[in-house]
């Protein structure tokens, strides 16, 4: 099976750009979870999508958010960077289930300058 | 407090050594433990999941858990320098709605010298 693939794979944007980021999941997995990752605050979990409704949530800012497809692709997007936002945004898949587990993918580097 | 706490790290340990990672965590509702292993520049990587109470071998991984005592450790045996990486202890508290998400510690820092 193939993994998980996040598109870009890097990204620059500056100040008050908007960016959109993109993950495929495994095959046959319906659940994406989103994460940002940053020396700072580690890793920390934005949002989780299921079968194209968002289930969870984390704490961040509206200017988050994101969306799932019907083939289980999700994107996420931020809207009027900021410098802190520069890191790196992982995507995990699993099937959803309660004891499943979550598979990452590469990741995106996004720099905001 | 944190959710999810590891011990601070670096931890340096020699070539053959066994390494011990732990991790203790604050939700008494939290139902699954995962540990994952990144390398610099690359995404996490599975290494070991455990629900239950007690030890779970997996080669030269062994996972512990004792949720009376909301811990939860990671034991490398025969550690290899090609083990040196951040080691990311996750928690999964129970519930519907959490299923998607877990929460990590701040990693713990291993290496493995020749």
């Known amino acids: 099976k193939a993994g998980v693939t996040q598109t870009p794979r890097y990204l620059i944007k500056t100040r008050g750009q908007q960016v959109t980021l993109s993950c495929s999941p495994i095959s046959g997995h319906r659940s994406v979870s989103w994460y940002q990752q940053t020396p700072g605050q580690g890793l920390q979990f934005l949002f989780e999508y299921f079968s194209e409704t968002q289930r969870n949530k984390g704490n961040f800012p509206g200017r988050f958010s994101g969306r799932q497809f019907s083939n289980s692709r999700s994107e996420m997007n931020v809207s009027t960077l900021e410098l802190g936002d520069s890191a790196l945004y992982l995507c995990?898949?699993?099937?959803?289930?309660?004891?499943?587990?979550?598979?990452f993918g590469p990741g995106t580097r996004l720099t905001v300058l | 407090q944190k959710e999810v706490e590891q011990n601070s790290g670096p931890l340096s340990v020699p070539e053959g050594a066994i390494a011990s990672l732990n991790c203790t965590y604050s939700d008494r509702g939290s139902q699954s433990f995962f540990w994952y292993r990144q390398y610099s520049g690359k995404s996490p990587e599975l290494i070991m999941f455990?629900?239950?109470?007690g030890d779970k071998e997996d080669g030269r991984f062994t996972a512990q858990l004792n949720k009376a005592s909301q811990y939860v450790s990671l034991l490398i045996r025969d550690s290899q320098p090609s083990d040196s990486a951040t080691y990311l202890c996750?928690?999964?508290?129970?519930?519907?709605?959490?299923?998607?998400?877990?929460?990590f510690g701040q990693g713990t820092i291993l290496t493995v010298h020749p």
């Open positions: 995990a898949s699993s099937s959803g289930q309660p004891t499943d587990t979550q598979y």
């Open positions: 996750a928690v999964r508290v129970g519930g519907g709605t959490s299923y998607g998400k877990l929460t």
């Open positions: 455990i629900y239950s109470n």
